[in-house]
């Protein structure tokens, strides 16, 4: 099955500064990809060239077969970004009843994703009134009402209670398991443990592209923030980038 | 355009409005308040003989002038917020497309400016003992107009705005100088050409002017209809502006 998403030699200039140097990754279908990597490292950028809103300079982002941004995938894809972009002056549901319309949906899907996010008894509460964790976690319910087939979500468990954010790497999963392609970025290397694949990106190239056993294996360590300090170390050594072989 | 998506954007807007309950207020009072100011500034004033007492001529202006600045100012901030929060950069990665947007804003704030006009006429003709040749509905339908052209506009300079700061500093802009030369000052006729040509080209010289047509002809003239066409026609091309200024893609 081919990819859900396929990057190829993509630059990012943002004013002159080099943002993404010559990235090139997928993301399979079906999977919960991590992208990790440190505050400024390009991760946003990544996502946001993915979704099609970011401005690229040169190489390729296809995404679900077509080219990212083309008007088709806007019903395909769910994004969230990582300030949470709600409404505060509106209530929870209100948020997710917008949304859900935007993507065809009915009221009964905006309940449900209020729900999955646990935020079923905020549901009647103003998004401005809301902590920061459930305000986040509103902006999420958005993005995925639509049950889109690729969902980006950039750092969505900031801010959330360890129970929480196990909650919804569960439900991460439950989407993958029946079809959901998922890309989440991270700065939490305990949540890199958790993903199917891994993407490492710092100083806006990629370092590493693997599922976290295979890095684990390829630096002799078992904690992963250990084995992403190894492959850092390497690569700036001047050696190849650890990971499988790209085409 | 989809119209399920328009409704629920409209929809939206005003929903956001409601639960801001001050605003409500505001645009509510806020041009009553100005009416009355502007009656006591001109209830001793004699009137100049052969002419509309000088309340009339002033105030059938302001009914028009008030929901223009109101509306403006609320929509070139309502905009940037949605610039500036990301929703905007959100909405336009969903199926909305751009002019649902536009004409959501356009329906939502016209409706609330119509709602404005609407009570703002009625205490000038009820309160004040406004007097116009021609009916209170057609002050209401030129100040409905004037509002959703004032949120095209508002939609448009919000795009040239980063922050709220630069975004109420386009009201003087936009405003004032339509203001100065719209004819309630100096007659248009009786400027200098320059600035006749400068009010030709300002949308809001053709709101005052459908608005003095009113007052002074019982039933609606041909100018007037003119007039009101022509300030729509503004407002249709200012949300087509808008449209240019919003970007899927950006750096």
């Known amino acids: 099955m081919e990819d859900a998403v396929v990057v190829r030699d993509l630059v990012v200039d943002r004013g002159r500064r080099r943002v993404l140097q010559s990235i090139s990754c997928t993301v399979p279908r079906g999977t919960v990809t991590g992208l990790l990597g440190p505050s400024g490292s390009g991760k946003t950028t990544l996502m946001r060239a993915v979704v099609g809103v970011q401005t690229v300079t040169s190489g390729t982002v296809t995404v679900l077969g077509r080219p990212a941004g083309a008007a088709e995938l806007r019903r395909r894809v769910g994004y969230l970004t990582q300030a949470p972009s709600v409404y505060a002056d509106l209530t929870v549901r209100e948020n997710a009843r917008y949304f859900a319309v935007l993507h065809g949906r009915g009221h009964a899907e905006a309940d449900r994703a209020v729900a999955d996010v646990g935020l079923a008894d905020a549901g009647g509460q103003l998004v401005g009134t809301l902590s920061g964790g459930q305000r986040s976690r509103a902006s999420l319910a958005c993005a995925l009402v639509g049950d889109p087939e690729l969902v980006i979500l950039d750092e969505p468990t900031v801010g959330q209670d360890p129970v929480l954010r196990a909650d919804l790497w569960a439900r991460f999963h439950e989407m993958a398991a029946a079809g959901t392609t998922l890309l989440v970025s991270s700065h939490v290397m305990d949540e890199a443990a958790r993903c199917d694949r891994l993407l490492l990106v710092r100083e806006g190239r990629l370092i590493a592209d693997d599922t976290p056993d295979a890095v684990r294996a390829a630096t002799g360590v078992d904690d992963l923030e250990q084995a992403f300090l190894r492959l850092i170390r390497a690569n700036e050594a001047g050696r190849e980038p650890a990971g499988r072989e790209r085409a | ?251």
């Open chain 2, 1 to 251: 355009m989809n119209l399920r998506i328009l409704a629920a954007t409209t929809g939206r807007i005003l929903r956001q409005l409601r639960h801001d309950r001050r605003t409500l207020a505001l645009l509510v009072v806020l041009p009553t308040v100005l009416l009355t100011l502007v009656y006591f500034m001109y209830v001793d004033q004699p009137t100049p003989p052969g002419q509309p007492a000088v309340f009339d001529r002033v105030a059938l202006i302001m009914l028009g002038f008030f929901p223009f600045i109101i509306m403006f100012l609320v929509t070139s901030i309502a905009m940037l917020r949605e610039r500036t929060t990301g929703t905007l950069e959100r909405l336009l990665t969903t199926p909305l497309s751009k002019l649902d947007l536009l004409f959501g804003y356009g329906l939502a704030f016209g409706l609330a400016g119509a709602v404005q006009a609407t009570i703002a006429s009625a205490v000038a003709y009820w309160v004040f003992d406004l007097d116009t040749a021609g009916s209170i509905g057609l002050v209401v339908l030129i100040s409905a107009v004037n509002a959703v052209l004032a949120v095209a506009l508002g939609l448009f300079c919000s795009a040239f705005a980063r922050t709220e700061f630069q975004a109420v500093q386009f009201l003087p802009v936009v405003a004032v100088p339509q203001l100065l030369l719209c004819g309630l000052f100096v007659p248009r006729g009786e400027m200098a050409g320059w600035l006749q040509a400068v009010s030709d080209v300002l949308p809001l010289s053709y709101s005052v002017e459908a608005l003095q047509e009113v007052g002074r002809h019982v039933d609606p003239t041909g100018t007037m209809w003119r007039d009101l066409a022509i300030v729509s026609g503004a407002a249709v091309g200012a949300l087509v502006l808008a449209a240019a200024t919003l970007r899927r893609r950006s750096g």
